[in-house]
């Protein structure tokens, strides 16, 4: 189970951005979120992930605190696949330096051979996607914050993504987050809703499947 307990945050000169924030999040499970823009989601996520240290509270999976080195079990897939690359690698060093998905998996998620010997730059923002995507899900990775990750792709494309995904996480028990103005794309994906405003969540909707 991943647990925000309490969370607060905020950045170096400003006012207080995320107050006292709880969610829990089952494997297996996924949990949308929504807000304004500005209203902390990115944040809320990094936090989660491990990215940012909260100024109170804590995030704990199955009652353990995030762990501090290693590889980390909560990914978060941002918005800007070109800004979590480094550019002077090639994809195939990219996704590997993660770890060496199956040549099936690489199938599913529409990611071809060829692309392995280019760099980022001579990829399309949609491919470079997938391919982070794909990196996010190695072996011990259990919670996933994908943070925006379809707005660039055709919707052919983004529905395939989700679809893969949605089975890759079935499969191995992994929770996802969805952060998304799509509140289409949220009923359709989660379990539990959540929405940002003025530092705090409440519950957007809640949905009756069962995770
Ligand atoms: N490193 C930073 N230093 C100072 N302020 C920041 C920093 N990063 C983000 N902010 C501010 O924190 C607020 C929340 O940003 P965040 O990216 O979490 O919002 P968001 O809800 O994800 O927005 P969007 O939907 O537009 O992506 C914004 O006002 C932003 O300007």
């Excluded at 006292?20 to 500005?38: H, K, Q, T, V």
């Excluded at 949605?166 to 929405?195: F, M, P, Y």
Aim: aromatic share 6%; hydrophobic share 40%.
């Amino acid at each position: 189970m991943l647990e925000a307990h309490q969370l607060s945050f905020h950045f170096a000169s400003g006012s207080p951005l995320l107050t006292n924030i709880s969610l829990r999040l089952a494997p297996g499970e996924w949990l949308g979120l929504s807000g304004d823009s500005g209203a902390g989601k990115s944040t809320l996520g990094k936090l989660l992930a491990g990215q940012l240290t909260p100024h109170h509270g804590s995030v704990t999976i199955d009652g353990s605190p995030l762990p501090k080195r290693g590889r980390r079990p909560v990914q978060r897939l941002p918005q800007s696949p070109e800004l979590a690359v480094n550019p002077r690698w090639r994809v195939g060093k990219i996704l590997r330096e993660a770890w060496t998905p199956s040549d099936t998996l690489m199938e599913a998620f529409g990611i071809e051979p060829q692309w392995l010997k280019r760099f980022p730059s001579a990829l399309s923002g949609g491919e470079l996607q997938r391919v982070c995507v794909l990196r996010a899900l190695a072996p011990g990775v259990r919670y996933v914050v994908a943070d925006e990750i379809s707005t660039m792709l055709d919707p052919i494309t983004q529905l395939t993504l989700w679809q893969t995904l949605k089975a890759h996480a079935e499969r191995h028990q992994l929770g996802v987050i969805v952060i998304s103005h799509d509140t289409a794309l949220l009923n359709r994906l989660c379990h539990q809703q959540w929405h940002l405003a003025g530092g705090s969540l409440r519950v957007s909707s809640t949905a009756l499947k069962a995770p």
